[in-house]
């Protein structure tokens, strides 16, 4: 594809490529719009899945879940600790000076409160010392056997829970961070789409993939969908082993790129793109995913990324996170400049435009 062909069409290059129409599918977090509606079923499936409902459940909903689970539990025992002492005739006796021929399952359950404090006190294994059942009452000491377990049941399964919650690789991603906006930037005169990533932390992660997907709603309402391959400046595998830095991905827009006719076109079709990047922790080796969008109005035609590296006093490479969204114009002229015989000599580390260095008879140098 020629390059006279995008700029023929797009001759503003401060403004994006086209303004905004249509909702997205995949929010820029990596959130789904998508609603599912006249499914059949849809809650018992619900109830199949109760573990994953919990994991995507936020914190606050997690912990009136945790909260009621026990107080509901403390409740069914409570009443049938009463109903015990009631089908007993446990209640109205003086539990200090009892029959000689009647048997108290438990002391002291003289009223529903006191029912609702034995089961506490038998769940959390508190032991007062005031309430307590009694050996000679095999029904006493059946329910007890059957709260104890469950309820040993119900606290492994929400601490196991809340430490699935705490510790899986979907919190880990919230660390990787996107560019709000992809650009078209020209390349020894070749037109490329960039978007750059960030790792947030220190703590790098491994084996990097990222893979691309263009959705186009068709005529008859079906998405239709593209795979968009964006590489690493000259890393030939499809991982990037190392990512502790900001990666700057591109996508050559050549005649067989399926953006090419939606780029140069001034009245194109809606479409989406769709960015997954996929990494490894290096401390646990799980697995973690990221997911960002880009509509037509968020790419910029004529730009490039600003430099994010640069250098301390001390010769120390620092990342400038405030120039991580910034974006430079590039006027069509000097876009076309930048040919394969160009005979400047221009440095870039990682995509990035080093400004700040220049060739030197020893090497590189500030």
Known sequence: MRTDTIESNNTKASAPLLTQRHPRMVTK????????????????????????????????????VFSASFVIHWLIFAVLWYLLAEMNGDLELDHDAPPDNHTICVKYITSFTAAFSF?????????????FPSGDCPSAIALLAIQMVLGLMLEAFITGAFVAKIARPKNRAFSIRFTRSAVVTHTEGKPHLMFQVAN?????????????????????????????DFHLDS?????????????????????????????????AHHFELVVFLSAVQEGTGEMCQRRT??????????????????????????????????????????????SPRRTDKEIRINGQHADSFQLSETGLTE
């Open 293 to 338: 969008s880009y509509l037509p109005s968020e790419i910029m035609l004529y730009h490039r990324f600003a430099s994010v590296l640069a250098r301390n006093a001390k010769g120390e490479y620092q990342i400038k996170m405030e120039n991580f969204d910034k974006t430079i114009p590039e006027l069509p002229a000097a876009a076309d400049s930048k």
């Open 29 to 64: 977090d990596g959130h789904s719009t998508f609603q599912l509606d006249g499914a059949q079923g849809k809650g018992l499936v619900y109830l199949r899945d109760a573990w994953g409902i919990l994991m995507d459940m936020r914190w606050r909903w997690m912990m009136l």
């Open 200 to 228: 947030t932390r220190s703590s790098p992660l491994t084996s990097v993939q990222i893979s691309a997907i263009l959705y186009q709603e068709q005529e008859n309402g079906q998405l239709h969908q593209t795979s968009v």
């Open 119 to 131: 089961s506490l006190e038998t769940q959390l294994t508190i032991g007062y010392g005031t309430m």
């Open 235 to 267: 890393i030939a595998s499809d991982e990037c082993p190392f990512f502790i830095f900001p990666l700057t991905y591109h996508h050559s827009i050549t005649p067989s790129s399926p953006l090419a006719a939606l780029l140069q076109r001034e009245a």
